[in-house]
């Protein structure tokens, strides 16, 4: 399970921002909330982000996709990319604490375009935080017991790669904690690599095709052919097979996305979907994430996605509070921030947070002047 994940000094972040899926205090839909044997109050099967553009929705979410990238051995100098709007650190970092099995872990890297400045792995096996391993620059420091043959780690990775995956191969809890931060799934492979996987994936097929069915898309087969992807529909007792590129782009952003969500329900997997509503009708949305309740969701998946509908924003019936998060762009330095709904005071929920979200009362909002003309006789 993925239970948190941060940056600092990250793309448009100059101070820390983080994003957390453990359940807060709000009492409001509980079947949004999952069980979890790492986290006593139970994590939040859905999370949402809203905020303007250019506010950093993206940049976090993509972080992990980042984080996973170097773990598999993409070099850290690749993903630098620090704040660019004035004197800041030039060291960032991705932190990111996951739920494996009985045992909570929290990874960190920072690293700056000259390599990794340092790492560290922190195990929550009886509550309060132990060292599994502190990397700071070439010194490492270990927990007692953990990471053996750890001078063979070591001198297995340069100072662009990252030490966990050496250490995995040598110590369980690192295994686990890889393990569940490989995991992380994405909706970004495209519509080829969507088919691909179908093709290659029965059961993730015939689940994605159930999907397409319930979602109103009358898709009756999907298929990879040497010309790309073919569209199957049955009208009147007959087939059809159409080239991909006749259809809407609602319809193929639905199949890459119902193939990640899918695949994430199946797997027991955290999906990171960025612009989830991109294409999609509200009612579509909206369905996706209704089927991340503890209801609908036995093998406890989480979705954590990007959002503009604000139709989304139904406390009474879809979300709540503490699955709301917000972004926005500072005026004074145009560093940006996240912020969690229930941070936010005067929140019933009970209350019409679309109304609240337009009536500037959340500040997450483009800061447009409606008054003023584009074109001026």
């Known amino acids: 399970m993925l239970l948190d994940f941060s940056v600092r000094n990250l793309g448009p972040f100059k101070d820390s921002a983080s994003i957390s899926a453990r359940a807060g205090s ?61 004197p800041s650190d030039e060291c960032s970092e991705i932190s990111v604490s996951v739920g494996a099995r009985f045992v909570p872990y929290t990874y960190s890297v920072a690293f700056s ?21 502190l990397r700071s620059g070439g010194t490492y420091r270990y927990g007692k017991g953990c990471v053996r043959n750890r001078r063979t780690a070591e001198s297995s990775v340069g100072s662009g790669g990252l030490f966990l995956p050496y250490a995995a191969a040598n110590d369980e809890g690192c295994a686990e904690a890889l393990e569940e931060i490989l995991g992380i799934a994405t909706a970004d492979i495209g519509l080829e690599g969507s088919v691909s996987m179908l093709s290659e994936n029965e059961e993730l097929k015939s689940v994605v095709l159930r999907a397409l069915r319930l979602s109103d898309f009358r898709i009756s087969d999907v298929v990879s052919s040497q010309g790309g992807a073919r569209i199957v529909r049955e009208v009147d007792g007959e087939r059809y097979e159409l080239p991909a590129e006749l259809e809407s782009d609602g319809t193929l ?35 996706i994430v209704e089927q991340f309740s503890s209801e609908r969701n036995p093998n406890s998946s989480q979705l954590f996605a990007s959002v503009h509908d ?18 926005d762009k500072r005026a004074r330095d145009g560093s940006a921030t996240i912020s969690r709904l229930t941070e936010h005071g005067g929140i019933r929920k009970d209350a019409d947070l679309q109304k609240a979200y337009f009536g500037w009362k959340l500040e997450s909002l483009p800061r447009i002047s409606s008054s003023e003309q584009l074109l001026r006789r």
């Not at 375009?113 to 391993?133: D, I, P």
């Not at 994430?264 to 612009?275: K, N, Q, S, T």
Request: proline share 4%.
């Open 253 to 287: 952003r639905a199949i890459e996305v119902l193939t990640a969500v899918c695949r994430a329900l199946i797997e027991g997997r955290a999906v990171i979907i960025d612009d989830l509503d991109l294409h999609l009708h509200t009612r579509v949305a909206r369905w």
């Open 26 to 86: 709000p009492d409001e839909h509980p079947e949004n909330v999952l069980e979890s044997k790492s986290c006593e109050q139970g994590v939040l099967g859905a999370v949402l982000l809203y905020g303007p553009n250019g506010a950093g929705k993206s940049v976090i979410l993509k972080s992990l996709e980042s984080l996973r990238a170097m773990l598999s051995g993409d070099p850290v100098t690749d993903h630098a990319n620090p704040f660019a709007f004035g």
């Open 310 to 327: 604000t139709a989304l924003m139904d406390l009474k019936s879809l979300v709540r509070r503490d699955q709301v998060y917000l972004s």
């Open 113 to 133: 375009k000259e390599g990794v400045v340092s790492e560290s792995l922190y195990q929550y096996a009886t509550g309060r935080r132990s060292m599994v391993f």
